[in-house]
């Protein structure tokens, strides 16, 4: 049979093929940064809409020669601006005190509705995984109307035009509202549907423009939804529409302000006295991590600091500092700088009199594909070896924190005691605005006194590692809303499965594509925290791991339709080998080694389980016979594994390596396990060459 025979005549070019995958990129990563910016309490589950991505994705997939389903599109992104809509006025809690979440809508909760926390995710879920079941089956059947391999490799073309796209927008402060407004108009003009089609697309698109007022002083920062405003008592900062920050106005002389400014300085002044009570002067050289808009570096400032280096993740945030009214960026002491506070330590060369952990507590996910808040790794054991080098002989750290669960002053405090020693003890203050809790570690002398209930919990407590860096969890569990969560993934995936086989109940499971998606997602998060530890958990980062994974995938799958591809078994056993090794080796092997040569090999480390992973989905992919079953199943699988890798809050990060091992040898069993039973040698279709 001829390769034009074996395959639907071609109705639209390859390029269209990119173009719906640039298309369910960007709006994956627009609505990852959307909702949990305007709805708080999903700023800890920006996952979920990377979940409702994949299964909508997978879903239509599958359905490929279903009835059309393009009005989903529409309806989906009309269900997404309504939930926002509708839960801004809601207060969303959590019963539970497993995990530590920053939920207290005091203001508000007398004249707001309240509902649990899972509800409200339920509905994040289904309104995000709409918009893209009707993308997932166009995508699959333009797909079908070309050669396999080729057509994956367009899909992945455009995958990665859209995160580079979106991540080059994102750092030029581009609100994500703004790609359904241009993205639903393009995809209308596009590719043909009904008249009333187009409209609505047009239409739910359009409904994006009521993000647009969001009042004076809103800015997107690379990481957050950053809204600005004036107040008496200084410049308020609101991220992710939460309280953040607010730089007081140290200078202002109205009476009124007078009590919040000295109880203010006083507390911040804390490690300052300890320092100068210790050395009988004040720090010459001063570290700050976290320094945010400024109240930190003032402080360092009038406590006589000869220089301060104010280190800061998010470059908004640093920026509105300088419209701090106590103006502590203006002066020359102060050198700011933009980094991850964990990177900037274990890189410089510089020994601090006093190192500041400023209230670097974070309101959302490091990533869309890592169960990690962005400040997990800096409330390490660790992390606070690493400060005590960089700390000068007589030196003192002090680290700023909220606390609001009695479980956490211990696991703070146990964590500080591991990484530093002996020398650390724990404040509190009465005065719970901005930061309740004060740490202080010395370097030489007795530790700061410290209540005998506090160093009880401590004993008692779980510390926090680069392992187990889940600081906010109270022990080694997954906590029962997450495996509310889960049992509600796990009964969608059960129904896609029954739809496949009432569809076509002569079609395989696909159980090794579902493996593969599982695992692939393990692996990709797995690397994120790799790099996060090694580089910085910054947006560059994270931009950097995402396009080098799409463009190790492209290179495998050209490979593989060029024949240069290892063969099937060689690529499983160098996945198994590979993964194996990233489980092996440990981190501290990685950050002795020179920067030039940590970049080459943390590139080999991850990049070599990608293309090994890839070059097997490539080559099951020829060989089937249509395009959605597979690819649908796959992103389902994947789905799952961003659920699986919730097994690290049990069993720590490396364990997620070993889990993937065992997702791929499982995969290997159902490859061959089909192979025999069809009978057939396996080889690329004609529809994949």
Not at 15 to 28: D, G, K, P, Q
Not at 143 to 161: F, Q, V
């Amino acid at each position: 049979m001829s390769d034009t025979a074996a395959r639907p005549l071609e109705r639209n070019p390859a390029w269209h093929i990119a173009v719906v995958s640039f298309t369910v990129l960007v709006l994956e990563l627009a609505l990852i940064r959307q909702v949990p910016a305007e709805v708080r309490v999903v700023s800890y589950f920006t996952n979920l809409l990377l979940f409702a991505s994949f299964f909508g994705l997978g879903l239509g997939a599958i359905l490929q020669s279903w009835r059309d389903l393009g009005w989903t599109f529409p309806a989906g992104l009309a269900m997404v601006a309504g939930f926002v809509a509708f839960a801004h006025g809601l207060v969303i809690y959590d019963e539970a005190n497993v995990v530590h979440f920053w939920l207290q809508y005091s203001s508000s909760e007398k004249r707001a509705i309240n509902i649990p926390i899972l509800p409200a995710i339920a509905a994040a879920f289904v309104s995000g995984a709409t918009v893209f079941v009707g993308l997932g089956q166009k995508l699959a059947r333009t797909m079908d109307e070309h050669p396999r391999l080729p057509a994956y490799g367009w899909d992945i073309a455009g995958s990665l035009a859209g995160t580079v796209t979106f991540a080059l927008a994102a750092a030029a402060g581009v609100p994500p509202w703004v790609w359904p407004l241009v993205l639903a108009p393009a995809w209308a003009f596009i590719f043909p549907a009904p008249a009333w089609q187009r409209v609505a697309v047009i239409v739910a698109g359009a409904l994006f423009l009521t993000f647009t007022f969001q009042g004076e002083g809103t800015r997107w920062s690379p990481y957050y939804l950053l809204q600005a405003s004036e107040r008496p008592e200084g410049l308020e900062v609101n991220v992710n529409s939460s309280f953040h920050q607010l730089a007081l106005d140290f200078r202002s002389k109205k009476p009124e302000l007078a009590g919040m400014q000295q109880t203010m300085m006083d507390k911040f002044s804390t490690p300052y006295r300890e320092y100068g009570k210790r050395n009988g002067r004040a720090p010459r050289n001063v570290l700050i991590l976290g320094a945010g808009t400024g109240n930190d570096v003032y402080v360092a400032l009038q406590n006589g600091a000869g220089r301060v280096v104010a280190v800061e993740i998010d470059p908004v945030i640093l920026e509105l500092g300088k419209r701090n009214p106590s103006r502590p960026y203006d002066d020359p002491r102060v050198q700011p700088v933009t980094d991850d506070g964990r990177h900037y330590v274990r890189t410089t060369t510089e020994k601090f009199d006093l190192v500041i952990f400023g209230t670097l507590d974070s309101q959302t996910l490091l990533s869309g594909q890592a169960n990690l808040r962005l400040d997990n790794f800096v409330y390490t054991r660790e992390s606070f070896r690493d400060a005590r080098a960089v700390l000068a002989p007589d030196g003192v750290i002090g680290v700023y924190y909220s606390v609001f669960r009695p479980w956490l002053y211990g696991r703070l405090l146990r964590t500080a005691v591991e990484g530093f020693g002996s020398g650390c003890g724990l404040t509190r203050f009465e005065n719970p605005f901005l930061f309740n809790t004060a740490i202080l570690c010395v370097n030489a002398g007795t530790a700061v006194p410290t209540a005998p209930q506090l160093v009880d919990a401590a004993n008692a407590a779980i510390p926090a590692t680069d392992d187990w860096p889940f600081v906010y969890l109270e022990k080694r569990t997954i906590a029962p809303l997450y495996l509310q969560a889960f049992a509600l993934l796990a009964i969608l995936i059960g129904a896609t499965f029954l739809i496949v086989r009432k569809l076509h109940p002569g079609e395989p499971a696909h159980a090794e594509f579902f493996l593969l998606g599982l695992g692939f997602t393990l692996v990709e998060s797995a690397a994120i925290v790799r790099l996060a530890l090694l580089f910085g958990s910054t947006w560059v980062v994270n931009a950097v791991v995402f396009a080098s994974v799409l463009a190790m995938i492209f290179v495998a799958n050209a490979a593989v339709l060029r024949r240069r591809a290892p063969s099937l078994p060689v690529a499983w056993t160098g996945l198994v080998l590979a993964l194996a090794v990233n489980a092996l080796l440990p981190l501290d092997a990685l950050l002795a080694l020179p920067s030039i040569g940590r970049v080459a090999v943390a590139a080999l480390l991850v990049g070599t389980p990608v293309f090994f992973a890839a070059v097997c989905f490539s080559r099951l992919f020829a060989q089937e016979s249509s395009t959605g079953f597979a690819l649908g199943v796959n992103l389902v699988g994947a789905m799952a594994g961003g659920g699986l890798e919730y097994l690290s809050m049990v069993l720590g990060m490396r364990a997620v390596w070993w889990i993937a091992v065992c997702v791929y040898l499982a995969a290997v069993l159902m490859s061959r396990r089909r192979a025999v039973m069809s009978g057939v040698t396996p080889r690329p279709s004609s529809a994949a060459r």
